[in-house]
């Protein structure tokens, strides 16, 4: 067999795939099997770590049908006390039929769903290499003491593919010593369990230079498969984020002093997935300078800037061109427009606002400007942005009326349109000659819009 499994009929949850068989034979069979398969073990040992310090063990190989998940399983206590309550039985009780079949199985489903979590995917890996790697540890009656979810995984796989997966049938354990009490054992689980993990974190910013590096080395299929990168697009996403912390420490005048952003993880991963859908280029422009200002500023700020586009979807969406408009006015270089609407900020207009805003001497201020348009904004809506609101919503039933048909009208229809305009010009009072020709001036007041509407609808109504 090859060190990948052969398809992926293993897939999909435990409750939709054939089961293992957890009949569990009794305690003296499997004490009398497993000291057999010590006494014919060979040199191959396991050092676990004990209170007394690291014993060495015998690795043995035996059917997986010897082995018993363990109810003093650490990770599944939550679930097996909720399981117990809904049985209406107590924890103990549950503990005290742990080796009937019922109880393994009800472990055993336990266990998958978290080897299948994606912080831990230990049944992923299994299923895609077909291989175990490392033995689990057991104690002399086949109780598993380390390796429940990896157990777990084995057998569910074995069972939906007995060939693709026939080398689970057996598995290979570590068994301890005899006349070990519980709390030896206890130590043990926890010394193996909730010890810190000895290997070093990558921390973020030199796992993405080293994914750089592998790239360029190795191409980035090979990469895809060492990673357990899903998609490709994982790839591209880390190393963008990469270049994004490259660009803002060119920005900051600290190129390559990467200490300067190992804590900001999170506002550098919010800020490119913002980056990548946003339009137009001289709006996402500016707002790259400004979350760039919010990052350097951060720990001046008394507000969260994870709460603040571009670290987070816009709130309302005009935000994107509202607040880099008003930071224009308030510097003089568009005029200021009425309230209520909501005016593109050109690309000159941008243009002569990015410098201003891309001074890291100025980033406390960029920042604390945008962030308090963004507050005012989202508490006045309706004062600030109510007549842009409305004169879109006119246009768009203007447009409509252009589009429709008479016939695809029922004459209910064609009433209920009727008394809607008619509601319309309650608001907006009667039109008359004087109106008209100031409408012609106004060009997008209100009632020239109402006015069109309204013509649009009689021409198709009636």
């Known amino acids: 067999m090859s060190d990948t499994a052969p398809d992926d009929t293993a897939s999909g949850t435990a409750a939709d795939q054939p089961r293992p068989d957890l ?7 499997r004490t009398a099997r497993i000291a057999e398969a010590v006494s014919a073990a060979g040199d191959a040992t396991h050092f676990v770590p004990a209170e007394t310090g690291y014993l060495e063990v015998p690795v043995i190989e035996l059917d997986h049908g010897n082995l018993v998940y363990r109810a003093d399983n650490g990770r599944v206590l939550s679930e097996l006390t909720n399981a117990a309550l809904a049985q209406n039985v107590s924890l103990d009780d549950l503990k005290a039929r742990a080796e009937n079949a019922e109880v393994q199985h009800l472990l055993h489903d336990l266990l998958i769903d978290k080897a299948r979590d994606p912080k831990g995917p230990i049944y992923e890996e299994l299923e895609r290499y077909g291989r175990q790697t490392d033995p689990l540890l057991i104690r002399e009656d086949g109780v598993v003491l380390n390796g429940n979810r990896r ?11 007995p060939d693709g997966y026939a080398r689970f049938a057996h598995v290979r354990a570590a068994v301890l010593p005899e006349g ?6 206890e130590f043990i689980e926890a010394a193996l369990q909730m010890a810190p993990d000895l290997k070093l974190d990558y921390g973020w910013i030199n796992r993405r230079l080293k994914l750089r590096q592998h790239v360029a080395d190795m191409g980035a299929d090979r990469v895809l498969e060492a990673y357990r990168f899903s998609d490709p697009a994982e790839i591209d996403r880390e190393l963008a984020e990469l270049a994004l912390a490259e660009d803002y420490l060119d920005w900051a005048g600290q190129p390559g002093h990467f200490q300067l952003v190992d804590d900001h993880e999170d506002a550098f991963t919010a800020l490119q997935a913002q980056m990548e859908t946003f339009k137009p280029p001289h709006l996402a422009l500016l707002w790259h300078r400004v979350g760039f200002s919010m ?3 951060r720990d001046a700020l008394d507000r969260k800037i994870l709460h603040y586009f571009p670290f987070t979807d816009p709130l309302p969406p005009v935000t994107r061109n509202w607040v880099p408009r008003s930071l224009a006015e308030d510097h003089g270089i568009v005029e ?3 309230e209520g609407e909501n005016r593109p900020l050109d690309k000159s207009g941008a243009d002569r606002l990015l410098p201003l805003v891309s001074d890291p001497a100025q980033a406390a201020a960029t920042a604390k400007a945008a962030m308090a348009l963004m507050d005012t904004l989202k508490g006045n809506q309706d004062r600030l942005l109510g007549f842009a609101r409305l004169m879109s919503l006119l246009r768009n039933a203007g447009k409509t009326f252009e589009e429709m048909k ?4 029922t004459e209910e229809q064609m009433r209920s349109i009727r008394a809607q305009l008619a509601a319309l010009q309650q608001y907006t009072g009667p039109v008359t000659p004087a109106d008209a020709a100031h409408d012609h001036e106004a060009g997008d007041g209100v009632r020239s819009t109402v006015r069109r509407t309204w013509n649009k609808a009689r021409r198709l109504i009636d």
């Open 180 to 185: 070990l009490t519980e709390q030896e054992v």
């Open 406 to 409: 008479v016939e695809d009208l």
């Open 151 to 161: 157990l777990a995984s084995m057998r569910q796989l074995q069972a939906a593919n």
């Open 336 to 338: 200021r427009q009425n």
């Open 295 to 297: 990052i350097r500023a």
């Open 23 to 29: 009949t569990v034979p009794p305690k003296a069979d």
